[in-house]
């Protein structure tokens, strides 16, 4: 892979505008690379439109390049930049950007991998979570997952809508007995 200090605004326009958000995208190609990885941070204090940032992940997207954000990071403190919001950045606010572009991240069948640059964001010095940490841990263990319970009808058949993944199925026979299977849900496999 190649890491490249990856742009959700630019000033310019058309083809130029291009070039600056998809930097590196020409050179991995010719490369031949697995993957490229985006800082997630640049220009600092950006509140970014996420459909700028889904411009950027379908033009890699194009070039059968998974996205690896890397370095991101949102400000607690400073002004915010870009045309979304304006004002202060505050703990509260950076929370709830994190949260936006995770869930772009997530939502998008390029983006492979996306790590948050600062632990110092996460926890207080007296080691309590901070709203950026609360928010990330009700996505990751609560909204992005699958969680399914009932009884099983006459037909055996339960349809419900899933995350890809790898799943546990449990199910209680009339004798109690337990019976237990895992299976994945991939992307362009059969249900």
Do not use: M
Request: with cysteine.
């Amino acid at each position: 892979g190649r890491c490249d200090a990856g742009r959700f605004w630019s000033p310019w326009e058309k083809e130029r505008r291009t070039a600056d958000l998809c930097r590196g995208r020409d050179d991995a190609r010719q490369l031949g690379l697995d993957f490229v990885a985006l800082h997630g941070r640049q220009p600092w204090g950006l509140w970014a439109e996420g459909q700028t940032v889904y411009e950027v992940f379908d033009a890699f997207a194009a070039e059968k390049l998974p996205v690896h954000v890397t370095d991101f990071q949102a400000p607690a403190t400073g002004a915010i930049e870009g045309s979304v919001r304006r004002g202060e950045w505050d703990p509260k606010l950076q929370a709830e950007y994190c949260r936006q572009f995770y869930t772009i991240c997530f939502s998008h069948p390029g983006v492979a991998a996306l790590n948050y640059r600062e632990p110092n964001d996460l926890f207080t010095a007296e080691n309590k979570a901070k709203p950026l940490l609360t928010a990330l841990r009700e996505l990751i263990q609560k909204q992005w997952r699958t969680r399914q319970s009932g009884k099983l009808p006459l037909d055996g058949i339960v349809a419900t809508r899933a995350f890809h993944g790898e799943y546990d199925l449990a199910v209680t026979l009339g004798s109690n007995k337990l019976a237990r299977a895992s299976f994945p849900v991939a992307p362009g496999a059969p249900t």
